[in-house]
């Protein structure tokens, strides 16, 4: 069987796909029409304007069904996992323990303006996220939550004076790729200060992978529906490879 794959929605390799867009127009006849033109020259066919409304004052939004002509093979593609195996808090802790020999110091931010603290509180947290505990909660971990619209400089000085092993940078705004521009000053800094080989340096939001991850420099990084303790995990088995080497 082919791996090369295409998007479906009504029979197989049919290569169905839904876009929804703004365009700055008031909403008419003719801006559904625009719309469905725009979308046959990004190279779709079968274009159908599903739903096409004024959302505000020269401003109408749109969502399209068309069917793409391209497929991927998914055989050729590899984007490297961080979850390691499944551990729970009690042999997380019990790993550290034996292989680390003391308690692990983790701090947490969400960086440059960046305010939303609920993915990185949702990780550091007693309460976690799921089910699954926070690293707060867990005994072999010291951790510090540093909250919302840290500054790169601020979070450096933080993991230099507090001696820090692992540093957690959540980015959930990407516009014009602010994230990507925030992650890069933090390593970069980390570097200046003489402390980015001492620590583990992990990034995570919703559009963080851990391909953009290791691409900026970062030792791993975690994307939506991440659970405490897979970072936990992979935080305890980093500094156990640590004191090994
Ligand atoms: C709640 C929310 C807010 C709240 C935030 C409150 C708070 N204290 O966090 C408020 C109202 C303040 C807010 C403000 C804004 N928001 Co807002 N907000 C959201 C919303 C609805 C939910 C985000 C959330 O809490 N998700 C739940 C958590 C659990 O998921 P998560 O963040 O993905 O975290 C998980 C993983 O990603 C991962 N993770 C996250 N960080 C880290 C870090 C590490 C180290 C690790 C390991 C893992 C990890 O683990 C978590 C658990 O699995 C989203 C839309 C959406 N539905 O996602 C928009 C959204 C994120 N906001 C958006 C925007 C644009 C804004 C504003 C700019 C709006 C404005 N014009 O003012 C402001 C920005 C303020 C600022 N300075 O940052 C956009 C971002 C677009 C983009 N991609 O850039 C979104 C996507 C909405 C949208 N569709 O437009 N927002």
């Not at 008419?28 to 033109?37: C, N, T």
């Not at 046959?40 to 096409?52: H, I, L, N, P, R």
């Not at 092993?165 to 790729?177: E, H, I, N, R, Y």
């Not at 402390?195 to 990034?203: F, H, K, Q, S, T």
Request: net charge negative.
């Amino acid at each position: 069987m082919s791996s090369f794959v295409k998007p479906y929605g009504d029979t197989r390799d049919d290569g169905k796909v839904q876009l929804s867009f703004t365009l700055p127009v008031e909403w008419s006849e003719s801006a559904d029409e625009a719309a469905r033109q725009l979308v046959a020259k990004m190279g779709f066919g079968d274009v159908a304007v599903a739903e096409g409304r004024r959302i505000a004052t020269g401003f109408s939004f749109f969502v399209v069904y068309a069917s793409t002509p391209v497929a991927v093979d998914v055989d050729g593609i590899a984007a490297p996992q961080t979850k390691t195996h499944a551990m729970s808090m009690d042999e997380i802790d019990a790993f550290v323990r034996e292989n680390v020999g003391r308690k692990i110091r983790v701090a947490g931010a969400c960086i440059g303006t960046d305010a939303h603290t609920v993915g990185i509180d949702a990780i550091l947290n007693m309460k976690g996220y799921k089910g699954d505990y926070g690293l707060e909660r867990y005994k072999e971990f010291e951790t510090f939550n540093l909250g919302s619209q840290v500054s790169v400089e601020d979070l450096a000085r933080f993991v230099r004076d507090e001696r820090i092993d692992a540093v957690l940078a959540s980015q959930v705004v990407t516009q014009k790729g602010s994230d990507i521009t925030n992650f890069t000053a933090l390593a970069e800094i980390l570097e200046a200060e003489g402390v980015r080989e001492n620590v583990l340096l992990i990034a995570g939001g919703p559009r963080v992978t851990n391909l953009l991850a290791a691409e900026l420099g970062y030792d791993a990084g975690f994307g939506r529906g991440t659970l405490p303790s897979d970072v936990a995990a992979f935080v305890a088995q980093r500094m156990a490879d640590r004191v090994l080497a």
